[in-house]
Structure formats: C-alpha cells, structure tokens
C-alpha cells in the first residue's frame, strides 16, 4: 500500500514538473514573438519619419525662355546663264549683283541668255547703242534695261536675230506704286531709240511695255509689244518712221504721250507723230493717246486698230 503511494506521488510531480517546462517555453516564445514584432513596428515608424523628413519641397516651374526668332528676308530670285557684252573700252561694263553697269559711251555688242539679270545704263550725257545679236533675258526684280543717265540710248536688233525681253513681275495693282528699278520692261530717264533689221520682242507683265520720261523714236524694226498696261509710253513724244510694230496693251492704251508743256527750246511735247511703218494695235483704251495732238501720213504708214 505504501509503495503505491510513494509510486503515485511521484507520477505527480514528474507531470507537474514537465507541465512548468512546457508553459515557461511557450511564454519564453510568445515574448519573442511579441519582441520581434514590436521591432518591426519600430523600424516601419522611423522609415516613414524618415521619408516624411527627406521628402523635398515642391519644385518650383522651371523658368521659360521664350527667344524671338529674327525675320528672314525674302528670297531674292535666282540669277541664271549669262550676257556676252563686247564693248568699246575694257572698263565700260561692270558686274554688280544682278546688274551689268554700262557706264561709259559708245557701241555694245550683247547675246546670250539669262534670267533676274539686268542692263543698267549710268552713263550722264553719254550716247550708247546696244546691239542685241540673240538675247532672252527674263527678270522677276524690275526693269530688263534700265537707263538712269545718258544722252540718249539706241536699242538695235541685229539683223536675222531675234530678241526677247520679258518682264514677269506680277502685275501691278496700284498704278500710283512706285518701283525701284522701272514700270517697264525697258524703262529710261532719258532718251531712247529702237532700230534695226532683225525682231524684237518686249513683254511687260508688270505694267508698261516700253516706257521712256523724254521721246522715243522707232525706225526700221520689227517690234513686237505685249503689256499689262500701255504698250509703248513716251511722256514727252513718240515718232515712228518705218518698221513693223505690233502692239497688245491689256489694260491700257496701245500708244501714248502724257507731258503738254513747251520746252525750253521751244518744242511742244505730247506729240505722237507716225510718219511710216506698218502698226498693229490691239488696246483696251485707246489705241493712240497723244497728250497733244496726233500727227499721221495716211500715205505711207498703214495703222489697224482694235479697242
């Protein structure tokens, strides 16, 4: 009975005993648990602090710097081919951009073909005569001859060749614009006479087609004129002696003088004096505008008119 008991007892105590070891290794584990997680806590808080303190203010915009872009001037026309000019003396052409200066007097001998060139002729008191053996000279910037000085200036077409020269300005809206170099395709300050045996033709998109301040005098040529406006303006007086002259002016008139007064010399200006010559004329306004009077020998020219 007694063995038993001490047997019993001792059951007891070695259950109790591994009972206490068992709940002290699950507290030992929940307090690290506990630890481990309380640590995890802490460190989640110091980096959120942590980024919430690093964290930069707003950047500001950056600053635009708005650089005006410079107007461009406008494309100036293309230059192209190339005159032969032959003259007198060596020095008496010289080239300048788009011009051929022609500053002395004398004979020049001109062929070839070229574009958004000119003839431009300052020679004061001088005569000049220019031959033209073959030339097309076509121009977008103003006159194709444009004489600024000279006594006066003789336009020859060889003969057998033929010649053209075309002004392809756009036409001109304002009649009272003014213009660098010339409201014509040949355009002079002073006097101007055509002549020769051989053709010339002269197209003036822009406005006139021959346009001269003082007289023009016309003998022996085939001219043809084509013109947005008048077809052949002489302020002070136009005289035809001979030749075969075709004139089509658009919007204007086909001949015409526009000075009245008396010159210093005595001489009445506004004459339109045709003396020969077969002329064609096809005009909008009036095929012969003579600011003073008309002058016709009905025996020897022969003029067709169609307004």
Excluded: W
């Excluded at 019993?8 to 070891?21: E, G, K, M, R």
């Amino acid at each position: 009975m007694t063995v038993k008991r001490s047997i019993s007892f001792l059951l007891i105590t070695v259950l109790v005993t591994l009972l206490a070891v068992g709940c002290s290794k699950d507290t030992t584990t929940d307090t690290k648990e506990e630890k481990d997680q309380t640590t995890v806590n802490t460190e989640d808080k110091e980096s959120k602090q942590t980024t919430e303190s690093v964290t930069p203010e707003a950047e500001k915009p950056a600053e635009t710097t708005v650089t005006e872009t410079p107007a461009q001037p406008a494309a100036q026309p293309e230059i192209t081919g190339e005159l032969s000019i032959k003259a007198d003396s060596n020095d008496a052409v010289k080239e300048d951009g788009n011009k051929y200066i022609l500053s002395k007097g004398g004979e020049y001998r001109i062929r070839g073909n070229c574009g958004n060139r000119m003839i431009y002729i300052d020679a004061k008191g001088e005569e000049l005569e220019l031959h033209l053996e073959g030339v097309t000279m076509t121009s977008e910037i103003g006159a194709l001859i444009y004489v600024e000085n000279a006594e006066e200036v003789t336009i020859s077409a060889s003969e057998g060749t033929n010649n053209e020269l075309s002004d392809m300005r756009p036409a001109r809206a304002d009649k009272n614009e003014e213009t660098e170099y010339g409201n014509a395709a040949i355009y002079s300050k002073d006097d101007l006479k055509f002549k020769g045996r051989g053709r010339l033709t002269v197209n003036g998109s822009y406005n006139n087609g021959i346009g001269c301040k003082n007289d023009i005098k016309i003998k022996n040529i085939t001219l043809t004129v084509n013109a947005q406006n008048n077809g052949i303006k002489g302020n002070d007086s136009v005289t035809i002696e001979s030749g075969n002259i075709s004139v089509t002016a658009k919007n204007g008139n086909g001949i015409k003088t526009e000075n009245t007064h008396v010159s210093d010399k005595g001489n009445q200006k506004g004459y339109v004096t045709i003396k020969g010559g077969v002329l064609d004329i096809n005009s909008a306004d009036d095929p012969i505008d003579a600011a003073y009077d008309l002058i016709l020998d009905s025996q020897n020219a022969k003029v067709t008119t169609n307004k």
